[in-house]
């Protein structure tokens, strides 16, 4: 976690006005340090019919055996083993039928030496038996029931605890829950369940040049597509997003913004060192701007921060050097802070490169890929502003900070869109 | 599509009472065949913020154009190329500043030979220029600004419809959306999508041994985990679950809930050939049962059929055999109905087995396993009513119908069950 540029792990590793950048490997460090900082949300509690997907904030450990009773495993006869030690097809042995056990209905009676009781899979075992016999073994008439073969004692049968034992551990704190987890949960007796908070994310899109989702677009104006497709991104990640519209690109109303009580505020638009970039500078001087300009492309212009100790993420407002800094950055951060794993959600598969990929060293690149004929191509028309590169993209490769490219033919993971 | 013992793909290829269950493949045959009769459900429209994972039902083409005007991708200044042909550091070349452009706002003038106008990233450009000079390379001094640059026609401009062209196909029917996607449709001016509608699957619990979910177990009765977990599946795949509560193990309530107007009835319990197992009977008498055993374990005794055209698919109400039946068959058709991939939603990799895993010739089983020092084990505890074993399960193998087992050391691929 040592960073080379900094006096402790998380100074300020800013550079004004880009004059130089931070890398890649040094903003993921500031942004882990601050992670580590904050530390999980608090948990809450949610109804087992809403805790798919969401994360075990505490250990559980069963108060309840399940079953709680002896069962038959088998529709058969309930009986002593004991008593049917020699039978056999040839030498059948004979059982007086005591009655029927369902499941769900405890036996009234006690079966006694030579006699047995008619069972169903899943009842509860009466009194005196020992083992099941099943159908198939069996020739009955009446209250009578021949035994056609001998069993070892406790055959076919289901002991108390067999599933779960109060007692067990049945689940880890950081598991994210599963349908099988919910059955557990429920076997056991659970209605609820303790999760990590949702993180509540702020989504502060600004941008004169913006009309708002819904709008048609028209004249010099543009219609957002940020704010859509952060929300997308934010409820993947297990977020709470809320994006009550465009702001104006204005300091006043920015700074407004800025005091919402979210766990993780991300900007989108305004960035830069511009003049209308008003976020980093109003950052610099009401909160604290800690990382400005990564040395990367797309997103270059990112920045990261807090505000009265809530971690602000500045994505810039090209599209796709947005969606590329919160995958980046943002993600990660409202992934940790839900207790989710860190990486990205993506599906890998490894391919081999059809063309050459140049990326000057010192430069992380974020390339969008195809797969043609089994090969890795770079999309065509990729620059930052063009949102319908990343939608033509199959996914995406990464050229870290001190690799000069990728020669054809070089294997070269690729992370799928489609893989969520 | 052929099938051996069938006379044409979807005859009844139910063997009554098990005396001989069919295969698995067979049943996948007769449910793809099924599924392809009944083909996609009909489209809805949904808003955008609600259509991230949804399956698109139309393609998507774009009635605008994205830009729909000329804009600036650097900040700097807008100009005619022909202006500065020979400017250079050392024989810069001035031009009168008209003002300023702003993203989202139009110029009003037009700029003439020997002018410029300060632009900022984003913003239209004016009348009657070609071309964008940075910043970096001007020096400007109130009205004056001194290009110390030439420049090509056309640089750092971005031109209309460079993301999107108006008649582009922007998204193609059946893509599962992503968040970019949500990006583009809003780019373009969609404030709704037309997607496929969500499978309606109606769940029918049955049980006398069951307390609903959120009790606690007592006596000799056990906490329904299918209804549960079987609604977080049917999530997990798209579909709209619907489980009202338990039903009792009586023929009259199970035929009425089978009278549900949903997509899809998925019955646990009673699914077997026993005294208390009433939905093939009933669905022999009142429908069609057209698959009543498959040779695999667990789940051995799952069927299918239809209702009133409807599909059933018939669970065991163990709960192991009810993931897993509900894996190999129930989400299948959830999945295909909703427009989605008939594939597992499971994460695949290959891994060494660590043991010899047994299977008989003719037999599909499901194997419940954990990765222990990279290899495959399976889970200790496995049987069909401990749904424990599929929570400490990381994943799962299945030995397929034709393959009597795998030795240790085989290469097996292992369906891990925390990727989704």
Not at 153 to 180: H, M, Y
Not at 331 to 352: E, H, M, N, Q, S
Not at 356 to 373: A, F, H, T
Request: glycine share 12%; charged share 20%.
């Amino acid at each position: 976690m040592s960073n080379p540029t900094a006096k402790h792990p998380n100074a300020d590793v800013r550079m004004r006005g880009f004059a130089g950048r931070i890398s890649v490997e040094q903003s993921l460090q500031w942004l882990d340090a601050e992670l580590d900082g904050l530390g999980l949300l608090a948990s809450e509690f949610v109804s087992l019919d809403n805790a798919a997907g969401r994360v075990l904030a505490a250990d559980v450990v069963s108060a309840a055996n399940v079953p709680n009773f002896r069962r038959a495993m088998m529709d058969g006869f309930a009986l002593r083993a004991a008593d049917i030690a020699d039978a056999s097809p040839n030498t059948p042995k004979s059982l007086g039928v005591l009655g029927d056990c369902f499941p769900g209905q405890a036996f009234a009676g006690e079966v006694s030496a030579g006699q047995a009781v008619r069972i169903m899979t899943g009842a509860p075992l009466p009194k005196g038996v020992d083992s099941v016999l099943p159908f198939e073994q069996t020739e009955s008439n009446g209250n009578e029931v021949r035994a056609l073969m001998s069993l070892p004692t406790g055959k076919n049968l289901g002991s108390i605890g067999e599933d779960i034992a109060c007692g067990d551990r049945v689940l880890s704190a950081g598991r994210v829950l599963r349908p099988q987890d919910i059955g557990v949960l429920s076997s056991i007796g659970q209605s609820q369940v303790t999760v990590v908070r949702r993180p509540r994310v702020r989504i502060i899109v600004t941008g004169d040049e913006l009309l708002p989702a819904g709008a048609q677009p028209i004249g010099s104006k543009i219609v957002d597509a940020n704010g859509p497709m952060l929300t997308a991104l934010v409820e993947r990640d297990g977020g709470l997003p809320n994006h009550p519209g465009i702001m104006p690109d204005n300091r006043d109303a920015i700074l407004a913004a800025l005091e919402d009580d979210a766990d993780i505020l991300l900007t989108s638009g305004g960035s830069s060192v511009g003049q209308e970039d008003h976020v980093p500078t109003l950052l610099d001087e009401h909160g604290k701007l800690a990382v400005h300009g990564v040395a990367m492309r797309p997103a270059g212009p990112i920045g990261m921060g807090t505000f009265k100790g809530r971690l602000v993420i500045l994505l810039p407002g090209n599209p796709v050097a947005c969606l590329w800094g919160y995958d980046l950055l943002a993600g990660r951060a409202i992934r940790r802070l839900g207790g989710r794993k860190a990486d990205w959600p993506y599906r890998k598969v490894t391919a081999v490169l059809g063309r050459e990929i140049k990326s000057p060293v010192g430069r992380y690149d974020y390339i969008r890929v195809q797969l043609v004929n089994g090969k890795v191509e770079p999309v065509a028309q990729s620059g930052a502003s063009v949102l319908s590169s990343t939608t033509r993209a199959e996914g995406f490769i990464v050229v870290p900070t001190e690799v000069a490219g990728f020669g054809e033919g070089t294997e070269v993971e690729v992370f799928l869109y489609d893989s969520v």
